[in-house]
T-cell receptor
Framework: RKEVEQDPGPFNVPEGATVAFNCTYS??????FFWYRQDCRKEPKLLMS???SGNEDGRFTAQLNRASQYISLLIRDSKLSDSATYLC????????????FGAGTRLFVKA | DARVTQTPRDKVTEMGQEVTMRCQPI?????VFWYRQTMMQGLELLAY????????DSGMPKDRFSAEMPDATLATLKIQPSEPRDSAVYFC??????????????FGPGTRLTVL
C-alpha cells in the first residue's frame, strides 16, 4: 500500500462544475499536508496548505480529517485553466522534512 | 522573482555514461530536495539536505546515485553508470525550514533525462 493514495482520474468536468478530490495517507504521525498543482510538462507548484480547521482560498477549499486520515480538495466554479494534475502531499512525522507526494489526480475542465 | 534553476534541462545519454545534474536553490533557502518523476511511479523523493547536510537519502539507489551540496548555492545529483531505467524527469526543490516548522517547497523546471 502506498503511503499517500489518490484516485488518478481523470476527472472530466464542464466549466462551472464543482469537483472534489480525496487523498488518504497511512502514517498517523504525519504532520503537515498540502495540495500542489502540476501542469503538463511543468514543475509542481504549491496550491494551498491544509489546516486542521479547514481552509479556503477563493474557489478552492481544503479539508483535513485526521481521524480518518484523509485530505480533500474542493474546486467550485471550475475554469478551463484549472485543468492540471493535483498532487496530495504529506510531511511525515517529527524532526524531519521528508515529504511524500501522491501520484496525482488529473482534472480536465471542458468548455 | 527568485527561482530554482536546474541544468541541463534535457539530457540524452547512452547507458553506462555518467550523468551530472545541477541545481541552484533560491538564495537564502536552507533545505534542498531531489525528486524523480516517472509516469509509473509519480514523484519520488530521492534525497534531501538541510543546511548542506544530507538528512535522508533512503530513496536513492546507493550503488549508482550520489547527491552532494558543495556549497549553499549548488546541489548536484550524479548517476554513474546510468541505465535506461533511470530515464525520468529529475526535479530539485528548495525551501526555508526552521526547527520543526515547514514551509513551501519551490521546484525547479526539472532535468529530463533519457538513457538509451
Amino acid at each position: 500500500r502506498k503511503e499517500v493514495e489518490q484516485d488518478p482520474g481523470p476527472f472530466n468536468v464542464p466549466e462551472g462544475a464543482t469537483v472534489a478530490f480525496n487523498c488518504t495517507y497511512s502514517n498517523s504521525a504525519s504532520q503537515s499536508f498540502f495540495w500542489y498543482r502540476q501542469d503538463c510538462r511543468k514543475e509542481p507548484k504549491l496550491l494551498m496548505s491544509v489546516y486542521s480547521s479547514g481552509n479556503e482560498d477563493g474557489r478552492f477549499t481544503a479539508q483535513l480529517n485526521r481521524a480518518s486520515q484523509y485530505i480533500s480538495l474542493l474546486i467550485r466554479d471550475s475554469k478551463l485553466s484549472d485543468s492540471a494534475t493535483y498532487l496530495c502531499v504529506v510531511r511525515k512525522g517529527t524532526g524531519g522534512f521528508k515529504t511524500i507526494f501522491g501520484a496525482g489526480t488529473r482534472l480536465f475542465v471542458k468548455a | 522573482d527568485a527561482r530554482v534553476t536546474q541544468t541541463p534541462r534535457d539530457k540524452v545519454t547512452e547507458m553506462g555514461q555518467e550523468v551530472t545534474m545541477r541545481c541552484q536553490p533560491i538564495l537564502g533557502h536552507n533545505t534542498v530536495f531531489w525528486y524523480r518523476q516517472t509516469m509509473m511511479q509519480g514523484l519520488e523523493l530521492l534525497a534531501y539536505f538541510r543546511n548542506r547536510a544530507p538528512l535522508d537519502d533512503s530513496g536513492m539507489p546507493k550503488d549508482r546515485f550520489s547527491a552532494e551540496m558543495p556549497d549553499a548555492t549548488l546541489a548536484t545529483l550524479k548517476i554513474q553508470p546510468s541505465e535506461p531505467r533511470d530515464s525520468a524527469v529529475y526535479f530539485c526543490a528548495s525551501g526555508l525550514t526552521r526547527d520543526s516548522s515547514y514551509n513551501e517547497q519551490f521546484f525547479g523546471p526539472g532535468t529530463r533525462l533519457t538513457v538509451l
